[in-house]
């Protein structure tokens, strides 16, 4: 089997159970043993050491299929002499922070995010963070051709190591909150429910806001449960969403936390059940970077709206900077604004994917919160709110994202060849101009008597789709802008526009 068709970015997925029909295993424990073992012939390469001396830290997700595939990886690893360390159930933050808070060298997080059941992968870590998409290209390369000598008796150490990492975060807020009359308890008298979706993030309550002081009662979903029976553990889901946002309501609470699965994505519920995501979670956390470093640049996906630029430059004096989907991909364009001078502390997706300078460009949904939970902390004692902070936040009127599929074999240079032809296309339009400088895609400005908003069309990173963003700020103008563009795409035979 060609392993480099299981990388996913700077991520490994596939296909680990049957019960999806048509998608057939490609994630087996023997490969991602095979995988883990190339993890730690890399990891000596980078390090200098040998394999013998490499302590590499193991943890998953909920998934059916993390324990036989934390199985093969564990048989691997000792086969190639490395010490193991077994943290059981754990969030994909956790295990990076495992090699800067225990002296890991190397980390390994069995998870596919908020895919669906079946599928699992794998995120790699060493000192210096997250890999990079070159780094599993070569991982997979060296394990397609890997043969793993017979297997080592060795001692595989067990640890609940999300335990600790919790306690490192109830210390981090209690810190940074304050409180000059409760130290210990900087959320007592706050109601805040957690909606963990079965997914690994149900620690955040019972292990960081309880000790803080904050009731959890009303809190969703928990226990860990690998099918996730209630609803997709994403942040972006709109089922999701609507849970929480009616537990808040009917509970009164004072603020709702949605996580992704392996907890490195989150968003917010708001008091009166708002859901504070997408431009939302963006400009409020961006309130709050701006406020601790003023000036700061804010890289951020490119399709957020024109109002959250708004809200960055003018209202709070900070830089915004659209660049390409992806979570590493708004990272390292920040790490590259600060080696040219420019300062920034904050890159975050519209997803929820959201990294601190401060906490090591990691993207941690519960460092993210917590991060926030210490304003809100602050806030109360001024009798102020979380939401106070966007209130300025102007939200378009009209939003809509389409994803057209691309048909043609070629999918990626057919989709360029489209945007190719786009941009000559609009500058024949009157009222329409195209953004610049733009990173991703083909963005498009429209003015009042034109749509009065924007688009985007890109390709998507990994699907043959186009995926098409709107905005407008009167009523009926995404359809005037879309009914443009229909006449233009119209010329493609290999583009299916989607029924909506």
Known sequence: MDLLKLQNGSDVRGVALEGIPGETVNLTPETAGRIAAAFVSWLSQKTGKAADDLKISLGRDPRLSGEALAGGITGALLAVGAEVWDYGLASTP??????????MDGAIMITASHLPFNRNGMKFFSREGGLEKSDIRDILQQAGELTLPDRREGEVHRKDFLKDYAAWLVGYIRREAADPDDHDHPLRGTRILVDAGNGAGGFYASQ?????????????????????????????DAHALEALSQA?????????????????????VGRDGSPVNRNALIALVAAVVLEKYPGTWIVTDSITSDGLTDFIERQLGGHHHRFKRGY??????????NSEGKECHLAIETSGHAALQENHWLDDGAYLVSFLLTKMARLRREDRHLEDLIAPLQHPREAQELRLKVRAEEFAAYGQRVL???KEFVSQQEGWSLVEPNYEGVRVRCD????????????????????????????????????????????????????E
Request: aromatic share 8%; hydrophobic share 40%; net charge negative.
């Open 420 to 422: 190719d032809d786009l």
């Open 94 to 103: 956790a295990m990076f922070m495992s090699t800067l808070l225990e002296g």
């Open 208 to 236: 960081v806001l309880v000790p803080l002081g904050a009731d959890t009662a009303g809190s969703l979903y928990l226990d860990p449960d690998g099918r996730f029976p209630n609803h997709a553990p994403n942040p972006e």
């Open 248 to 268: 808040v309501k009917e509970q009164q609470a004072d603020l709702g936390i949605i996580f992704d699965t392996d907890v490195d994505r989150a968003a917010l």
């Open 328 to 337: 590493r991909n708004v990272i390292n364009e920040a790490i590259r604004l």
């Open 448 to 499: 009042a008597n034109h749509g009065d908003g924007w688009f985007l069309l890109r390709l998507s990173l990994h699907d043959p789709v186009l995926p098409l963003n709107l905005e407008s700020n009167q009523a009926g103008g995404v359809q005037v802008m879309k009914e443009k563009l229909k006449e233009f795409l119209s010329r493609y035979d290999q583009l299916l526009w989607p029924e």
